[in-house]
């Protein structure tokens, strides 16, 4: 019986796989705005527009890490690059979230923005431009009142979600072209 349970589970799961595989739905190495035969890209440290310090690097961490982790193109120097991906972080805000009961702020909400230039290096031809991208990517940090120490670290973690946000949407827009 057992024997034979083990063979419907082989033939069930190889039927799934002829079926999924008959779709015509696949991945490609490397699609969207992505040049053909395009392997690396340099991402260089992103321009901070705004008045927070450090914003920048946070930003560009995180995209970096993004397309690393994906491993389509890899990530190399501006010298090695097949296709160079440029940005500009122009809109860092802190908005009030929400209010105890006597009127001091409970938490905030930060907002990341920045525009790209995404270009193949070997063609000097703009394959991207986008100016707005970002008024979505809000991450909110509760305020510790007495503490500054837990509320700064509470905003760090919240830039960095922000952040991480941020880079997973200009990964799918280089990569798929969405």
Known sequence: MCGL????????????????????????PVGGIVPEGAKTIAIPVFINGTMEPYIDLEVTKAVV???LTDGRLKVVSIEAAD???KGRVTKFEVT????TADSYVQSYN???GVSLTFEDVRTGKVLLQDQGLGT???SGYAV????????KIAKDAAIKNASKNLA???RSRVLEGF
Not at 96 to 99: F, N, Q
Not at 144 to 151: K, R
């Open 136 to 138: 979505v990517f809000i």
């Open 65 to 67: 890490e993004e397309f």
């Open 5 to 28: 349970r083990n063979k419907g589970v082989k033939v069930i799961l190889i039927i799934s796989c002829l079926i999924a595989s008959s779709c015509g739905y696949h991945f490609t």
């Open 110 to 112: 930060v907002s990341i």
């Open 83 to 85: 296709v160079i991906l």
């Open 168 to 170: 997973s949407t200009v």
């Open 144 to 151: 510790t009142i007495g503490n500054i120490s837990a509320t």
């Open 96 to 99: 009030p979230a929400s209010y």
